[in-house]
């Protein structure tokens, strides 16, 4: 399984960003995706997961300014990201497999926003 990030970028708080990922190979076990992010000196954190079913799961610092979906078709997730934060700013990285934890990575794509 190969995951491939996009739609990154920089940004001032308050604006929005669109992230994609898309999967490839074997992509029929990919019951879950999600996206983690890693702040300088922070640890990689949870943004937010979705399941085939749609059922989702948003870190408490997120919820109501991010949103998780995916298309099925094209085995893309992706992240919709309103009402930035400097807090915000992150290297965003996809991550997929059958359950948590998911054991495929994408490589990472950096979110700055600035205040």
């Known amino acids: 399984v190969q995951l491939q990030a996009s739609g990154g970028g920089s940004v001032q708080a308050g604006g929005s960003l669109r992230l994609s990922c898309a999967a490839s190979?074997?992509?029929?076990?990919?019951?879950?995706m999600g996206w983690y992010r890693q702040a300088p000196g922070k640890q990689r954190e949870l943004v937010a997961t979705?399941?085939?079913?749609?059922?989702?799961n948003y870190a408490d610092s997120v919820k109501g300014r991010f949103t998780i979906s995916r298309d099925n078709a094209k085995m893309t997730v992706y992240l919709q990201m309103n009402s930035l934060k400097p807090e915000d700013t992150a290297v965003y990285l996809c991550?997929?497999?059958?359950?948590?934890?998911?054991?495929?990575w994408g490589q990472g794509t950096q979110v700055t926003v600035s205040s």
């Open positions: 979705i399941d085939s079913g749609d059922n989702t």
């Open positions: 991550n997929a497999g059958i359950s948590r934890p998911m054991p495929y």
């Open positions: 190979g074997t992509t029929f076990r990919l019951n879950m």
